[in-house]
Structures are given as C-alpha cells and as structure tokens.
C-alpha cells in the first residue's frame, strides 16, 4: 500500500523548470517534517531539501539553494518542490520522504521512515 507517491518528473532543457509533488496516503504519514532527496546515476542518494511541519522552517542542499524551493500543504496532505535553472547534473530520480518523528536531522536519510517511489528527472544539455 502506497503511503507516499512522487509525481511531476520529466524531461527538461538545461535552464527550465519543473514541479515535483508528492502526495501522502494518510494523515500519519505527514505529521513530520518531508523532504526531498535524489539518486543521481551512480551516485549516493543525497539529501535536496526539508520543510517542517508548520512549513516555516525550509532546509536546502547547497546545490540547490537558490533555485529549489519547497513547500507542503498540510489540509493536502502534500509537499511540492519548484525546481527552477535545472543543470544536467540536477538529472536524477527524486524521492519524497517522510520523518519518522519530530527534531530529527534533516539531512540525514535515516531521519525518514517513509519513503516514495521516486520520479525520475532529466535535466538535457
């Protein structure tokens, strides 16, 4: 049963933009901060961003700072990441997640409990 599910990938130019959006199943799912983080081919899966719960507090890897914006809907049950400017090297399956609980470490996988599917993104030079 699917508790978070990615949509919104794509293929884009270098210089474009995209919206990705994940959307939670249930209530508990979404009590916790979300994020987004990504798998680049060969790579580790590394962190993009975080939104608390309240969506006030916003938390960015440095790749992306400044062009990736995240926000959550709470009454949705759903969290977007605007990606604007996109590299190639942005080209990447994206994952949403969800924390497993409040004050955790924002950057850290293991933060998270649930875990989308992931939408694959691909950034075209």
């Known amino acids: 049963q699917a508790q978070l599910q990615e949509s919104g990938g794509g293929v884009v130019q270098a210089g474009g933009s995209l919206r990705l959006s994940c959307a939670a199943s249930?209530?508990?799912?979404?009590?916790?901060?979300m994020a987004w983080f990504r798998r680049a081919p060969g790579k580790d899966r590394e962190f993009v961003a975080a939104?608390?719960?309240?969506?006030?507090?916003?938390y960015y890897a440095e790749a992306v700072k400044g062009r990736f914006t995240i926000s959550r809907d709470n009454a949705q049950k759903s969290v977007d990441l605007q990606m604007t400017r996109l590299k190639p090297e942005d080209t990447a399956v994206y994952y949403c997640a969800a924390a497993r609980a409040y004050g955790v470490d924002y950057y850290s996988e293991s933060s998270y409990r649930y875990w989308g599917q992931g939408t694959q993104v691909t950034v075209s030079s």
């Open positions: 249930e209530e508990s799912v979404f009590r916790y901060a």
């Open positions: 939104v608390t719960w309240s969506g006030k507090g916003q």
